[in-house]
């Protein structure tokens, strides 16, 4: 700055003056444009101070009523204009359908005028068939309820939109206390209702019950949630019952359980207590579901994983392996549980290879993304892997069965980290199988020759 006279130049005024520093802005000024700078920077400093407090304000009513906040917002919206498209749909099919009664009760009018002649015939001819009339009449009661010419049709095409929450914060990687808490079974192998004998497959539903795999015992059982007996769902070897099964999934908007009946080389469905044959002629070891409905199933002896529609009579799709039993990328070797993400990518617990591995939608050959580095106990290895599942983050946990231990892999990394077990047999993991999470974030792992459930919860 010039100077004259120990006097500097204003930054304001530009005149030689005495001036007075600012301390937040570092440039000096004569006393009148720094009394003015010093008003200015208060209103600045007050307009902030209002734009604060408005904003807690914000933040305080938020807190107090979530529902108030952008992002319900913009689901409710969502929700509505979803409504509002259904009820268009609705009614059109509404529309279509009152044209179409009419004639359907005409239909039915003539086949009772029908019914009444044969009536009036047979009563002058005093010939009474009462089975013939019974059968008619029940035939045109059964037309009346169930009209086979006019119904409803599910299209597995969407017509609204589905919507779902996307973090980009990623938290910090998840952990476990090391002693588990045995919610089922722990009172040896037997028959009884609190035992166990070989449990492979589990299911978790949303109320925390446990739907589980008893192999030996041919059997389903569920254990509610804290109760310590379990509740037998089927039991036996019968033709018309289990034998060996090995996966189960509950399809709960359809109500009804699925399982990989590995003895009688079929998965079945029961439905209101009646079975189901699903799928025949299969070995399969791993059952899972996909988002739309769609039923995935690995098949042990022809080393592939077919995905299945569900209410469709067909052979399903082959979606990872079916190029024969090997260790190459486009085969498997012995595939026994599986999952299915938010892609529709399937992860394969490829046994006898010792290795997980991804098959992405449509591919033509999987990618290892755990183990892979022969059989073995080293952070790289798997031996006899189990279990599998997939988290939002993309960390794949495996029950690593011969090792006994639960392995993280996070998808490209060359070694895995243990989550729990790998102390040995004994009092820890024997032989892990089946793997689930509760909504709390707790570990379930089936401790199968232990005969066994423990739980791991989750260390905030």
């Known amino acids: 700055m010039a100077r004259a006279n120990n006097k500097i130049q204003c930054f304001t005024c530009n005149k030689e003056k005495i001036t007075y520093p600012c301390k937040g802005c570092l440039k000096e000024f004569c006393l009148m444009d720094f009394m003015e700078h010093q008003r200015i920077l208060n209103d600045e400093l007050n307009y902030i101070i209002n734009e604060y407090n408005e904003f807690k304000q914000r933040i305080n009513g938020q807190k107090q009523n979530p529902q108030n906040d952008l992002l319900i917002k913009q689901i409710d919206e969502w929700e509505t204009n979803s409504i509002e498209i259904i009820k268009h749909k609705a009614q059109e099919c509404r529309k279509i359908a009152m044209g179409y009664l009419p004639t359907f009760f005409d239909d039915i009018e003539n086949k009772f005028t029908d019914l009444s002649e044969q009536i009036k015939q047979i009563r002058k001819e005093n010939e009474i068939n009462l089975n013939c009339l019974r059968n008619q009449l029940r035939e045109i009661v059964q037309e009346l309820n169930n009209p086979s010419k006019i119904s409803t049709k599910n299209d597995s095409q969407s017509f609204a939109n589905e919507i779902s929450i996307i973090s980009s914060k990623k938290p910090k990687f998840k952990k476990w206390k090391q002693n588990g808490i045995t919610v089922v079974g722990g009172n040896g192998k037997g028959q009884e209702l609190n035992q166990l004998n070989y449990p492979y497959g589990i299911f978790l ?26 509740q037998i769902i089927k039991v036996g070897n019968r033709i018309d019952q289990l034998s060996h099964p090995t996966d189960v999934i509950v399809d709960q908007q359809n109500h009804s359980i699925i399982i990989a009946d590995y003895g009688n080389r079929r998965v079945v469905r ?33 080393n592939e994983v077919r995905r299945w529609k569900m209410g469709e009579n067909n052979e399903g799709i082959i979606v990872a392996g079916g190029n024969g039993k090997g260790d190459q990328l486009n085969q498997l070797n012995r595939p026994t549980y599986i999952f299915v993400d938010e892609e529709q990518s399937v992860y394969v617990s490829d046994r006898n290879n010792h290795r997980v591995m991804k098959w992405k939608k449509d591919a033509k050959e999987g990618r290892i993304v755990a183990g892979g580095n022969h059989n073995g106990k080293n952070l790289n290895q798997l031996s006899s892997p189990q279990g599998v599942i997939v988290d939002d983050l993309g960390q ?55 005969h066994r459930v423990e739980k791991f919860e989750i260390i905030l």
């Not at 439905?271 to 299969?282: G, V, Y």
């Not at 892999?409 to 004994?426: A, D, L, P």
Request: proline residues 2%; contains cysteine.
């Open 205 to 230: 539903d949303k109320k925390t019950n446990i739907f589980l795999v008893g192999y030996e015992n041919h059997r389903i059982a569920l254990w509610k949630y804290n109760l310590k007996e379990g």
């Open 396 to 450: 794949i946990y495996v029950a690593d069965g011969v090792n006994h231990r639960v392995m993280r892999w996070c998808e490209g990394k060359e070694e895995g980290e243990i989550i729990v077990g790998g102390n040995g047999e004994g009092n820890q993991l024997n032989g892990p199988s089946g793997l689930s999470f509760d909504d709390e974030g707790n570990l379930y792992v089936v401790n199968c020759w232990n």
């Open 270 to 302: 029961w439905w209101n207590q009646n079975p189901q044959i699903l799928i025949e002629n299969i070995h399969c070891l791993g059952l899972t579901m996909d988002k739309y409905g769609f039923l995935y199933v690995s098949d042990c002896e022809k």
